[in-house]
Each structure stands twice: as structure tokens, then as C-alpha cells.
């Protein structure tokens, strides 16, 4: 498919979606959040890609929020379209059997930070900067904000930081758990790259029922939640993979996986 506000690139099991509105500061208007919807079903439906690595064009931005003039124009019924889009976006994002990866340069606020919770891990530059700075706006976070922040941080400084539209750096975003790591800016691509590799280099069907497991888990009791771990474990247990995995242990050398 030809994207007009994104590119995809692909490397094996691997690939990179960056958000390429960089006049725009890489906000998300419609059509940018249907070409992210549609890449990805793409990558999906390819049953290639394991780990996809997001980031946004140029230095100043990964995704500066959503698109103020389009915002401006919404009504009740355009706007619970627009805010459906983004959840449905995301959401496939963050149930996808694909590990993603988001690579934070520079500013991600409002959607951009949203965008960014969606992803199974978050990788910041030292110069980046999040925030949910809806209210300052008169709405609040329509994309999942409001619930994803408050699973990650804690409702009290999700509420704090929601209240005052408060924009944080990238330490204080690693100290409270919004990101998982800080790195330089100029070696941002080359950490995400390196972690997205290390995944890669792991059990695919593994870190698959991993992923599934700990998602669905997080909104069920601990008994149920421990429960629906044993089975997905069970179930590994039938794989070949299990068996290379153990065998190649043992005999001490690489495991060669094949998702099976």
C-alpha cells in the first residue's frame, strides 16, 4: 500500500512505522490513524513481522497530539467517530500478536502519549517530553488516555498529571513508569533496534503467549489471571519450540526457533 503520511519499512521479522507529518509535528488526523490501522493489519495479515518499532519524523517530534484544526470541528457525532477510530487503532496495536516498540523522539502529547501507551514497551530520548494536556483544550484524552495512564502510573498521578495538563520530561516519565528507558537522542533508533533484535532472538511463540497472557491477565483477578497463565504454559509445552528451546540449552548452543 502507498501511505501519505507514514512510511513502513521492513527488515525480516521486523519493522518500523514512522509517523511522517513532520510540518504537521506528526499529529494524528484521520487519515493518519487510518494508514497506521491499515499498515498494521497489513503487517499482520503478512504473518512475517514479530516486532514493530514506532517513531515519528524529524527531531522536534514523534507525535505532537491530535490535529488541532480537525479537533476544532468536531461535534457529538464526528467526534465519537474520530475518538472511535483512535481506540480501534490502538487497540489492535496493543492486542496485536506483534511486540510493538515505541521509539519517543522529541514531543508526545495528548495522542502522540497515547499512541505511545499503546505500545508493549517505550523508549524515550533524553530530550523528549509527555503529557496529556487535553484540558488545556477543554476536552480530555479521547484515545485511551484516561484508562491506559492510570494502569501504568496509578490513578493519582494519572489524575495529576490529567488535572494540570502537566508536560514531563523523559526522566520523570522512566521514574514513574510511563517509559522503560532513556537513552541519547542521536542513539534512540540504534537502542530500539537493538531491543526489537533481542526479541526477535527469543521463542516467537513464547513471547506471543507472553504478551497475551500478561495483557489479559491485567484485568482479571489474580486467580483467574494465574489460571489463564497455566494454560498458555500448557499449551507451550506442546510446541516444538518448547522442545528446541530446552534441547538447544542443553546441548549449549542457539536455539533455532521456527514458531511452531
Not at 42 to 51: A, F, K, M, S
Amino acid at each position: 500500500m502507498v501511505f501519505q503520511n507514514i512510511t513502513v519499512e521492513i527488515s525480516g521479522a521486523k519493522a518500523t512505522i514512522t509517523i511522517n507529518r513532520p510540518k504537521a509535528l506528526n499529529a494524528l488526523n484521520r487519515e493518519t490513524l487510518k494508514e497506521i490501522k491499515a499498515a498494521f493489519t497489513e503487517l499482520e495479515n503478512g504473518g512475517v513481522v514479530r516486532v514493530c518499532i514506532f517513531t515519528g519524523a524529524g527531531e522536534k517530534a514523534c507525535v505532537a497530539g491530535a490535529d488541532i484544526p480537525e479537533l476544532k470541528e468536531l461535534d457529538l457525532v464526528s467526534g465519537k467517530e474520530f475518538v472511535e477510530l483512535g481506540h480501534q487503532a490502538f487497540a489492535q496495536i496493543e492486542n496485536s500478536k506483534i511486540v510493538s516498540i515505541a521509539a519517543i523522539n522529541g514531543f508526545a502529547l495528548g495522542g502522540g502519549c497515547e499512541f505511545a501507551m499503546a505500545a508493549d514497551i517505550r523508549m524515550a530520548s533524553e530530550n523528549a517530553k509527555l503529557g496529556q494536556p487535553e484540558v488545556n483544550l477543554g476536552v480530555i484524552p479521547g484515545f485511551g488516555g484516561t484508562q491506559r495512564l492510570t494502569r501504568l502510573v496509578g490513578r493519582g498521578r494519572a489524575k495529576e498529571l490529567i488535572f494540570t495538563a502537566r508536560i514531563i520530561t523523559a526522566e520523570e516519565a522512566l521514574r514513574i513508569g510511563l517509559v522503560e528507558k532513556v537513552v541519547p537522542a542521536d542513539k534512540l533508533v540504534e537502542e530500539a533496534n537493538k531491543l526489537a533484535d533481542l526479541i526477535l532472538s527469543k521463542g516467537p511463540l513464547a513471547v506471543q503467549y507472553a504478551k497475551e497472557v500478561i495483557n489479559r491477565g491485567a484485568d482479571l483477578d489474580l486467580g483467574n489471571a494465574n489460571g489463564y497463565e497455566m494454560t498458555a504454559f500448557a499449551a507451550l509445552c506442546e510446541s516444538d519450540d518448547k522442545n528446541e528451546g530446552l534441547t538447544a540449552f542443553m546441548e549449549k548452543r542457539a536455539a533455532g526457533f521456527r514458531g511452531k
